[in-house]
C-alpha cells in the first residue's frame, strides 16, 4: 500500500499545520509565519504587523533572493499577541509545554534535543545529563560512607578544578553562564563523569570512612586523572 505520510520539506520547521521555511541559523520566512499564525501571507501585511508589533526584521536567501526573515522570539511574540485562531492554537501549546516542563517530563527535553540541526548540541545534552547521573552517584556514595558536611562542596570543588583547571566562580565568569555544567563542553562533561564515577568506585573498593579519607582519596584521584588527560 502506498504511504499517504508526507515528509517534512528540507529546510522547514512545521509550526502547527504549517511548514515554515528556516535558515541554518534558525530564522522564520517572515511570509511563511504570517501563513502559519492565520494572515494573509504578503508584504504589505508584513510591513502592518513590523510595525504595529515592533520587530526588526532582517532577511535571508532561502533561494529565490533575500527576503524577510523573523528570529523565533519575534514569532513567539506574535504568536502572543494576535488574535487569530492560530495563534491561540499556539498559545495553548505553550500552556501545554510550560506544564510539561513543570512536571520535569523529560520526553519533552528529547522533543526539544531531535528539533536542533545540530548533532553536536545532542551530544552536549546527552553528556549534560550523564554528568548530573554521575554527581548524584557520587553524593550518594560519599553520604553512604560517612561523608557530611562541607565534603559535598569540597569534593566537587576538586572535581571541577582538575577538569576545569580553574575554580567554578572563574570559570562562570569566563564562560558567562550561571551553571556551571552549561558553561561546560561534552568533552569537559563526560571527563567530570568518569573522574566522579570513578572516585565512587574506589570509595566502595576501599571501604573509606569520613571527610577526610574521602578528600584525601578523591585528592588523589584527581592528580592521577589530570596526568592521564594531559599525556
Known sequence: MKS??????????????????????????????????GLRPDLKQLDLIVHEHGLEVSHYDFGEGREPVFSPAEFAQLAFALETSEARRFRIKARDLFRRYLEGDVGLAAEIAERSPSSEHRRWLSA??????????????????????????????????????????DFRKKRRVKNTRDGMTAAELLRLSYLETATA????????????????????NTEIERKLWEK
Not at 505520510?5 to 502547527?16: C, D, I, N, V
Not at 541554518?24 to 499564525?37: I, V, W
Not at 569534593?155 to 577538569?163: A, D, I, K
Request: no cysteine; charged share 25%; aromatic share 6%.
Open 128 to 169: 549534560r545529563l550523564e554528568s548530573i547521573e554521575a554527581r548524584k552517584r557520587f553524593m550518594s556514595t560519599i553520604a553512604q560512607y560517612g561523608g557530611q558536611g562541607d565534603i559535598f562542596q569540597q569534593v566537587s570543588s576538586l572535581s571541577n578544578r582538575s577538569v576545569l583547571k580553574m575554580n567554578s566562580a
Open 201 to 220: 568506585r574506589l570509595i566502595e573498593q576501599k571501604g573509606v570512612q569520613g571527610n577526610e579519607q574521602i578528600l584525601k582519596l578523591h585528592r588523589e
Open 4 to 37: 499517504t505520510f508526507a515528509p517534512k520539506p528540507a529546510g522547514t520547521t512545521r509550526l502547527g499545520k504549517a511548514y515554515v521555511r528556516t535558515s541554518p541559523d534558525g530564522r522564520l520566512s517572515a511570509l511563511d509565519s504570517l501563513a502559519a499564525l
